[in-house]
């Protein structure tokens, strides 16, 4: 009969978070101790960068998670990074359905106004969001999704059979693809 001890935990000096395993925090990237930095080997690097793990030595502040200059662009939300932005309510659902579909958590952020149907830019975006750590991975899964001109398209859940957002019905199965919640 084998007991299993568990896994150590800890409490980030930061942000608070409780994660187990690894030598910083997977929320704000604080190093439980410190390390040379990548960018800078002479200084001693504070935190991880919460994207790539790369020891930074500048760049977080008390509460934002650590970034590397290649992730510094990235916008983060409560520990959520943002890995696509757009205004149309299905596609972003199917996104997000796609990422949960590959084990990726991930959810919306709407600033769309529902009472009043005009496009205002910027200030009506769906934001879908992943943890921070899991960025990378679900940039990759959208990647996959996307043609030589960036344009994203999906697969029908029935048949395979690759659709265009907004299309009510599957073309090759006839599968119903409208079904869909919108974005809350």
Same mark, same amino acid.
């Given at each position: 009969?084998?007991?299993?001890?568990?896994?150590?935990?800890?409490? #980030?000096?930061?942000?608070?978070?409780?994660?187990?395993?690894?030598?910083?925090?997977?929320? #704000?990237?604080?190093?439980?101790?410190?390390?040379? #930095?990548?960018?800078?080997?002479?200084?001693?690097?504070?935190?991880?960068?919460?994207?790539?793990?790369?020891?930074?030595?500048?760049?977080?502040?008390?509460?934002?998670?650590?970034?590397?200059?290649?992730?510094?662009?990235?916008?983060?939300?409560?520990?959520?990074?943002?890995?696509?932005?757009?205004?149309?309510?299905?596609?972003?659902?199917?996104?997000?359905?796609?990422?949960?579909?590959?084990?990726?958590?991930?959810?919306?952020?709407?600033?769309?106004?529902?009472?009043?149907?005009?496009?205002?830019?910027? @200030?009506?975006?769906?934001?879908?969001?992943?943890?921070?750590?899991?960025?990378?991975?679900?940039?990759?899964?959208?990647?996959?999704?996307?043609?030589?001109?960036?344009?994203?398209?999906?697969?029908?859940?029935?048949?395979?059979?690759?659709?265009?957002?907004?299309?009510?019905?599957?073309?090759? #199965?006839?599968?119903? @693809?409208?079904? @869909?919640?919108?974005?809350?």
């Amino acid at each position: 009969m084998s007991v299993e001890t568990p896994e150590q935990t800890f409490a #980030c000096a930061r942000c608070g978070a409780e994660y187990a395993g690894g030598d910083s925090c997977p929320s #704000c990237g604080a190093l439980r101790q410190p390390v040379p #930095c990548d960018e800078h080997p002479d200084r001693t690097a504070h935190s991880r960068c919460v994207f790539c793990g790369r020891p930074v030595c500048e760049g977080a502040g008390d509460a934002t998670p650590a970034r590397c200059d290649e992730h510094a662009g990235v916008t983060v939300i409560a520990g959520w990074s943002q890995v696509y932005t757009t205004a149309d309510d299905l596609e972003s659902t199917l996104i997000v359905q796609n990422l949960r579909a590959e084990g990726i958590d991930a959810q919306l952020y709407s600033q769309k106004d529902d009472v009043f149907p005009v496009d205002l830019g910027e @200030l009506s975006i769906i934001r879908v969001l992943v943890p921070v750590w899991e960025h990378q991975a679900a940039r990759e899964i959208i990647e996959s999704y996307s043609d030589r001109e960036g344009e994203l398209g999906f697969a029908c859940p029935s048949c395979g059979e690759a659709y265009d957002s907004g299309q009510a019905a599957c073309a090759a #199965c006839g599968a119903d @693809l409208g079904g @869909l919640s919108p974005a809350v």
